[in-house]
């Protein structure tokens, strides 16, 4: 039981710390309006495992810290990479996994950013959809395929 409980804490923290790590190394790209947060691309891994989702929520928080837009980025960005996760977690089929971040994120940051730039609500909505879209589905999809055909046993 003990090793179930370390493996799972491992996970989760290696995921939340890869996921921190490339948002800043790609951070010119992973914050503002229009944005592809490249390391949006893990959140497709609440589909292989659970560990995930406290993962992505952690790295996100540390993520958002860094980032500069403050207390709202802190909890509202990772309260809705939390929401993504979970729902990506419960979602019944592999291609709908990256749905759930593309809608939520789209519609909670969207939003969040309309707030706190003054900026369009739609377009921005639209921009962080779009952001969502490409890292999820052109990073994140073939993510999972590749990990659950050759890394099946890690997850």
């Known amino acids: 039981m003990k090793n179930n409980r370390l493996e799972y804490l491992i996970k989760a923290a290696l995921i939340g710390a890869i996921y921190f790590i ?54 509202f960005g990772s309260l809705a990479t939390l929401i993504a996760a979970y729902l990506t977690y419960k979602t019944p089929s592999k291609i709908l996994a990256p749905v759930p971040p593309i809608i939520i994120n789209g519609l909670i940051i969207g939003s969040m950013l309309h707030f706190l730039l003054q900026v369009p609500l739609i377009a921005t909505i639209l921009y962080v959809s779009l952001g969502e879209l490409i890292a999820c589905y052109f990073l994140g999809y073939p993510l999972l395929l590749l990990l659950e055909r050759r890394f099946k046993d890690l997850f």
Not at 35 to 61: D, K, M, Y
Not at 64 to 71: A, F, H, K, L, V
Request: one cysteine or more; glycine letters at 12%; a negative charge.
């Open 22 to 75: 490339i948002t800043i190394i790609f951070a010119p790209i992973s914050y503002g309006p229009i944005q592809i947060r490249i390391s949006e691309a893990l959140t497709v891994l609440p589909f292989l495992t659970h560990a995930a989702v406290p993962g992505l929520f952690i790295g996100c928080i540390l993520a958002n810290i860094y980032g500069g837009y403050g207390i709202h980025d802190i909890i």
